[in-house]
């Protein structure tokens, strides 16, 4: 069984900064591709990036590419996501996926999901 727990969640004002992280625990013996999604109230889950298990490769949503990044860190089962720029359209809960198979933009391919943490941007 696999846990995610997001945090770094909060209130900032537009133009700031954020690092978001994602603990993955339990079956850490093996390799998972990690990914960030976001949901506002009212709207679909929209995918935002995604790193492969070995990190050499990452894929970034085109509404955030050029303001947002992921990062891991395997040897502490942490993916980070850097967000910077940030404006209030970037309100959302931000969940954290993982999966051993997939690297992809479609949630419903992740196998397990994080509580997701909040991230509200103000004017």
């Known amino acids: 069984q696999v846990q995610l727990a997001e945090s770094g969640g909060e209130l900032v004002r537009a133009g700031g900064s954020l690092i978001l992280s994602c603990k993955l625990s339990g079956r850490t013996s093996m390799r998972y591709h990690m990914a960030w999604f976001r949901q506002a109230p009212g709207k679909e889950r929209e995918f935002v990036a995604s790193?492969?298990?070995?990190?050499?490769?990452?894929l970034v949503a085109a509404s955030v590419k050029g303001r947002f990044a992921i990062s891991r860190d395997n040897a502490l089962n942490t993916a980070f996501l850097y967000m910077k720029t940030l404006k209030p359209e970037d309100t959302a809960v931000y969940l954290c996926?993982?999966?051993?198979?997939?690297?992809?933009?479609?949630?419903?391919?992740?196998?397990?999901w994080g509580q997701g943490t909040q991230v509200t941007v103000s004017p």
């Open positions: 790193i492969s298990s070995s990190g050499d490769s990452t």
């Open positions: 996926a993982a999966d051993m198979v997939y690297s992809d933009t479609r949630a419903p391919l992740y196998g397990y």
